[in-house]
């Protein structure tokens, strides 16, 4: 068995994914990071049967502008997978589109999980990963893979904290010896950053933005603390009046960006504290020499890094490639397989 699973290695293109809220990122060994899609599925729908239109960046796009044909899904929620069908023909679609050889080679796939995913919440994501057509399928803790990814040391006996902010969840953990001595995962992201700028504006100005709109916000402008001259630069946005119903343009600033987001910056400040106060008093030693690294799309968003300087007073970094680092890091953990072998799980 094990030798037909050695002579299939070497026809396949074996896999790392990071199956994330937002985007989905495929790894392929060897290559690198081949694919960064949108993890977005457009169904047409006729007669109640579903067809699979578009995937990933064409499906983005019709977000929240779709007729009553088409229907445009987001499969994972928080994470996890909320739609077992839709997950499972998304993940189809991005191994075709990676792994073009023919269907007689299966890959190996290695997939990061969040740490607070539930046993039901992993046995979905392995068992719509085999059924796309891997051979084997691992999953991988993602504030591990994050740390790899990041190139932080993580198997030596020294404490290393890794926040890592993706579109449904921040993860927070404590690192030493190549595992997790403490985690905690909050179900805060970049989707609550933009339900939180739709919400303001709704309160505000009267006026219905979609998320779309709302990310837009948050990638050009977003910020997590108060700009020095107390407004910082703006932006012109459109949207609906809810008063008159008709579509209306105005203009929102940097200081209202920093209102609006405060709630979630918040939350995630909240996380690293009580992160903190839980570490054992040697790491915690550590983390002070060594600081706080952040990961993820979250990280981009302006002046974080200052706000959690500020709240918890260590050295806070944002890695280098932060967008890709759990991706890396799965990948990385496909590559050394031998050496992080008590990260990887093949069974549960």
């Known amino acids: 068995m094990f030798g037909m699973d050695r002579l299939l290695g070497m026809f396949s293109s074996d896999m790392a994914i990071d199956l994330g809220t937002a985007n989905t990122l495929v790894y392929v060994k060897g290559k690198g990071v081949v694919l960064s899609e949108p993890s977005v599925v457009a169904y047409h729908i006729k007669d109640g ?17 779709t007729p009553g044909s088409i229907e445009a899904i987001r499969p994972m929620r928080e994470g996890v997978i909320a739609d077992f069908d839709t997950a499972e023909a998304m993940i189809k679609e991005f191994i075709r589109k990676v792994h073009r050889r023919s269907t007689f080679s299966k890959p190996k796939i290695i997939v990061c999980v969040p740490h607070g995913a539930t046993p039901v919440e992993k046995r979905a994501i392995r068992q719509s990963v085999l059924s796309a057509g891997a051979r084997k399928a691992g999953l991988i803790a993602e504030p591990i893979a994050a740390a790899i990814g990041a190139g932080m040391p ?25 595992d997790i001595v403490y985690a905690r995962s909050v179900r805060v992201g970049g989707d609550r950053m933009d339900e939180a700028i739709i919400n303001y504006l709704r309160r505000q100005q009267n006026l219905l933005v979609g998320e779309s709109t709302a990310e837009r916000i948050k990638t050009s402008i977003g910020t997590a603390r108060m700009p020095d001259d107390g407004r910082g630069s703006s932006m012109q946005i459109r949207g609906r009046d809810l008063l008159n119903g008709v579509p209306k343009e105005t203009e929102i600033s940097q200081a209202q960006v920093a209102e609006a987001l405060s709630e979630p910056v918040q939350a995630i400040c909240e996380a690293v504290m009580t992160a903190l106060e839980a570490t054992p008093p040697d790491l915690a030693a550590d ?10 799309g979250g990280a981009l968003l302006g002046d974080l890094d200052l706000a959690l300087r500020e709240q918890t007073g260590l050295a806070v970094s944002i890695a280098d490639e932060s967008l890709n680092c759990v991706a890396l ?8 397989e031998k050496q992080l072998r008590h990260a990887i799980d093949y069974d549960s």
């Open 154 to 178: 993580i198997t030596d006996p020294t404490g290393n904290m890794v926040v890592d902010i993706g579109g449904g969840t921040t993860e927070v953990a404590v690192l030493s010896l190549g």
């Open 49 to 65: 049967v579903k067809k699979v239109l578009a995937v990933g960046e064409d499906a983005k796009l019709m977000l929240g502008r």
């Open 287 to 296: 983390i002070v020499d060594r600081g706080v690294m952040l990961t993820g």
């Open 329 to 336: 890091g799965t990948g990385k953990a496909l590559e050394y």
